[in-house]
């Protein structure tokens, strides 16, 4: 069956949603996977191959920041994305993919939804983020990033076959548009993760480490738990370490401490996974106000799974109605706190961190948690029976 991808990001991009789905095609034929894109392909270190890629390359220079935003914005929408709809279109023509898989994706989704208003097959859409979070209203324009979040909501309800990132933005969902999800799909564990896990015995390192793979999207959040945990690790038994993983490097932020943070890079999903778990931690901080509710309610940082899969028990910040916040509340897969005082958080931290084996103490509910939430073959079973649905005549 001729599978045609349909997003924002190429298939090697770096980051959490575009990792969900290499994860997911693991299994489908490189001979039968199509890949449309606006953005161009960096490189190939994530090792994900198709049969045809082709993109609508969006100028760098007209993509929306700080400066001259609306301008660019309004230039993207009336002479950039009429071209990308045309560009999809002609993909479409040639290839006469059996399935189509949306990933509505900012800039994507315009012109991914007047090019499937007459596609033929039927198409599956994942729902990873919302387009109206963050600071994109500000660079996008207001009512610009209204109707892109109308257009993603009409692909939702018109998509044969449909989910979404968490429970919470799949009830969001079901409430707006009446469409309910085949279910929730994120990154999951796969049958060695959770041989590993199961197989998995207490660490013993002289100095607790802790993990952050990822980009940091909330700095003030990442600043004060660095500087709770600076006022605390001359008190703790052994010495702490904070390991960064990711594509950005924060050596230059003033809240950077090179005595006991270090930076590893970008590195490919199964070396990350391998290397991950050495450690002890796995932080996972998201904004604790709910100034940005549309992503903090309804996205769900990829880390976390990553987490779970290396046998982390996790350190989760964030506003206590937060997606992330409410599952690590749910299934106690580790530390939790909702503080934004340095001193509270310090002395939370503090007791945390000072448990002899985390391991053991949340070993029984990160199993729990990851069977019962994020079995990758699971979730790839009911992804591919939703792409034989839109397949059928």
């Known amino acids: 069956m001729r599978l045609l991808i349909a997003t ?21 034929p490189v001979t039968e996977l199509f890949w449309w894109s606006c953005l161009p392909e960096p490189d190939q270190r994530f090792g994900q191959k198709v049969r045809e890629v082709r993109c609508a390359a969006m100028p760098p220079r007209l993509y929306p920041n700080r400066r001259l935003a609306g301008f660019r914005s309004w230039l993207l929408e ?48 994942t729902v990873q983020d919302y387009v109206d979070v963050h600071d994109n209203p500000q660079r996008f324009g207001v009512k610009r990033c209204r109707r892109m979040a109308a257009l993603a909501d009409e692909l939702y309800a018109r998509a044969v076959t449909r989910d ?21 799909l994120r990154a999951g564990l796969e049958p060695v993760d959770f041989n590993h896990v199961a197989r998995k015995a207490p660490g013993t390192a002289p100095a ?19 500087s709770a945990v600076e006022s605390i690790r001359g008190g703790l038994a052994r010495p702490l370490e904070l390991h960064l993983f990711g594509a950005h490097t924060y050596a230059g932020r003033p809240w950077f401490r090179r005595d006991w943070m270090l930076e590893h890079g970008n590195l490919p999903e199964p070396e990350l996974l391998t290397r991950l778990r050495e450690y002890d ?30 046998g982390l028990p996790l350190i989760t910040l964030g506003h206590p109605e937060s997606a992330v916040m409410k599952l690590a509340t749910q299934y106690t897969v580790g530390f939790v706190s909702s503080s934004g005082e340095r001193e509270a958080l310090a002395a939370q931290l503090k007791t945390a961190l000072e448990t002899h084996s985390p391991w053991e103490r949340y070993a029984q509910e990160i199993k729990r948690c990851a069977r019962v939430e994020f079995d990758a073959e699971r979730m790839r079973r009911t992804l591919y029976a939703c792409f034989q649905k839109c397949a059928a005549p």
């Open 208 to 226: 607790i480490r802790i993990a952050y793979a990822g980009t940091i999207l909330v700095e003030d959040v990442f600043a004060l738990f660095v």
């Open 281 to 310: 931690w796995g932080l996972a901080p998201m904004a604790l106000t709910d100034s940005d509710p549309r992503y903090n309610r309804f996205s769900f940082p990829t880390k976390f799974i990553t987490y779970l899969a290396a």
């Open 8 to 28: 924002e990001f190429p298939p090697n991009a770096s980051g959490g949603g575009p990792a969900v789905v290499r994860q997911m095609l693991k299994d489908w």
């Open 78 to 125: 009336h002479l950039w994305s009429p071209c990308a709809t045309m560009h999809l279109k002609k993909m479409l023509r040639d290839i006469a993919p059996d399935a189509i898989w949306v990933i509505p994706h900012n800039w994507s989704i315009p012109s991914i939804a007047k090019a499937m208003a007459s596609a033929r097959p039927g198409i599956h859409v």
């Open 164 to 184: 979404a990132t968490s429970h919470p933005m799949i009830a969001d969902l079901r409430a707006r548009t009446g469409k309910d999800a085949a279910q929730m």
